[in-house]
């Protein structure tokens, strides 16, 4: 296929999501139809990606640029992909497809309206990913947000209303602050540079101080979308407030379409203006440190793995500080592993917390007993997270410091060590506090077994999420939780039972082989990479492709 | 500079607004941010040297700048919809937004009681308290 034919099958990637659920949405209340063309639909945006991927891997780089509706250069809306852009597409699209099985294995997607909803946040994704014009970007965010606001609350509990409001609340008016700040920078953009087009912005920030001081109100509000210290706060709250499908969901896709966004406005409007780069590598070292030990004094998984993510958030961006070629792959790379291993170790803990109606850490005990297969996925994701070879991670964090040595940045690589350690002991108090054997004899083991749960508080009741579906037993333990100590009659059986069952198990699975793969075949990624590094690192082709007539 | 200060003036509202603790309050503290924001917009077509588009001139650098214009109507449609979504939250939930201190209230076991009916807290919301 030719490059020009590939540039007219851009724009499909947010015309066809947006297709087929609306004419998903008239089809009312059929579920099994809806989790069937929702895969299909995915499954052959993902096909085409890799496609694209694959273009550019047999080009070496390049850009492909398609002006949506064949309105001159300029005017239109122009849709352009490079490796980077490629990259994200699968990756993104690949999450998606997982995170679409997980909320049908953990009955959220029990709605008629949750198909159509994750199909239009699939097109604001693309959308985002795909546009060169920073006001259609806004719009593109927008598609994005307003879906998620839906399936937040759709998904959520229907016996904890008010929890979930309290969340959804946070998050609206979040993204809405921060949306209305994006609009007002591009307004000073077009003010001072005459355009909204990446294109015709290009290298304009580097000469013109006014063009670099209304791009840095978009690029605070995308850091405030992206979760950056000190604007970090919103995420630990919001996230765990849902369920545990669309945690998953969303920790794939928004902060890290935020993440894609500095990353192109800084590559191609500022050119890698060294001038800014020190406020990246302060803010972003920051926001290691106190991402990591956020999570040491939270008391459930979600709400632990939520701030790790904002630690994660630093490494990542730490790539586009640094600003070189290295440091870029190392960030892209970087990013790119993050979203399948966040993931992961959220649908491996939600798949506990789903079953098991609680994601409090001690209030469960000895589930690597009874499901050895998810405590593997969890320790291969989490060991992944703290960059212990043979995973993804190691060739990350080690790529990363690499970077950061070449580029002079030492007191950033004494920052990631620390971090990686803390990181992996946070990972362990995960691992003991659910997975690992709990004392002698487990809550499951024996029935009236008494549980003293001392580490109740109030705030890690409020994320505990008790499944529709949950059993007698597990309400059971539930209940338990309210009081200080209470007998569980439940169990009769002196062997517990396995309770997540394959569907629930394939996709924390998946992703946790994938993170495996991308750690062996890391040689092959980090070629990808580097070719979107380059892409970035000289912006030429991506800006050329953008102006094509 | 009539613009300039009826920005500064809604921001001041907007900022005002947020500082409460009532939700719609801080609805409308988004009303008012968002009309900033199409303001600053609106400003960035070059309203200083620019006039309105018809029977003054024929020069089209003397015309209002239509690009401005359409960023703000698909602004308005954006803020309008989410506004609405808001209105939605507030009524659902409790009148303010203590997440933590709220959480003492709540009780698992009383709640999975209540099955199928509405939270305590939504149906004294609903009768207009």
Known sequence: MSASTIGILLPLFVGLPLLVAGILICTGHRLRLHAVVTMLTMLTMLAGAMYIVYHFWTTDGGAIGHQVGHWPAGIAIPFVADMFTALMLSVTLLLTVVSIWFAHASQAANSKYFAPLVLVLSTGVNGALLTADLFNLFVFLEVMLLPSYGLYVLSANRKLPVRRTHGARLYVTLNLFTSTLYMAGVGFLYGTAGSVNIGVLAEQAKHDSTVALAGAVTIFALCIKASVVPVHGWLARAYPATSPAVTALFSGLHTKVAIYAIYRIYAVVYDGDTRFLWIGVVLFSLTMLIGVFGAVGEKTTRTILTFHMVSQIGYILLGVALFTELGLTAGIFYLLHHMIVKAALFMATGAVEVRYGTGVIGALGGISRTEPVIAVAFMIAALSLAGIPPFSGFVAKFMLIVGAVEAGEIAAVVVMLFVSLITLLSMLKIWTGMFWEKGSGGPATKSGTIITSQTRDPYAQEVSYTPELATEATRAQVTTLTGTQTIVEADEATVPARRINFALAAPAVTLSLITVAFGLGGQFLLSLSGIAAEGLYDATEYVQAVLQP | ?129
């Open chain 2, 1 to 129: 500079m009539t613009l300039a200060l009826t920005i500064g003036l809604l921001t001041a509202g907007a900022v005002y607004l947020f500082t409460k603790r009532e939700m719609l309050r801080v609805i409308l503290g988004f009303v008012l941010l968002g009309h900033a924001a199409n303001l600053i917009l609106f400003a960035a077509g070059g309203t200083d040297r620019r006039s309105e588009a018809f029977y003054t001139s024929t020069d089209p650098t003397a015309m209002a700048d239509p690009l401005p214009q359409a960023f703000i109507l698909t602004a308005i449609v954006i803020a309008f919809s989410i506004t609405i979504f808001m209105l939605v939250l507030s009524v659902t939930g409790e009148d303010s937004d203590e997440t933590a201190e709220k959480v003492e209230k709540l009780d698992v076991a009383a709640e999975s009681e209540s099955d199928g009916t509405p939270h305590k807290s939504f149906r004294t919301n609903g009768e207009g308290k």
